[in-house]
């Protein structure tokens, strides 16, 4: 008979039926939140954590600011939007 393929050994272990790959059988699906929903958790703003950088960097953890305009860094509307949602 020969050792079974790779493909024999697969239809073995995935479920079968029409639409199963990568789905997770037997769970029913999650609601998916909005972008507004998924923001009522208070999270960190651009300032606390640009400060907490700073202070991590000052007890020598050896990370380094981004440059301006580099990949990964705040824009000027990342700034602008700060503002605009900072406490008075």
Known sequence: MGTPSFFHLLRKIMPQG????????????QKKKSGRDSLKIKRKGLYANIHAKRKRIAAGSGEKMRKPGTKGSPTAANFKRAAKTAKK
């Open 18 to 29: 029409k639409g199963t790959y990568g789905k997770k059988v037997g769970r029913p699906p």
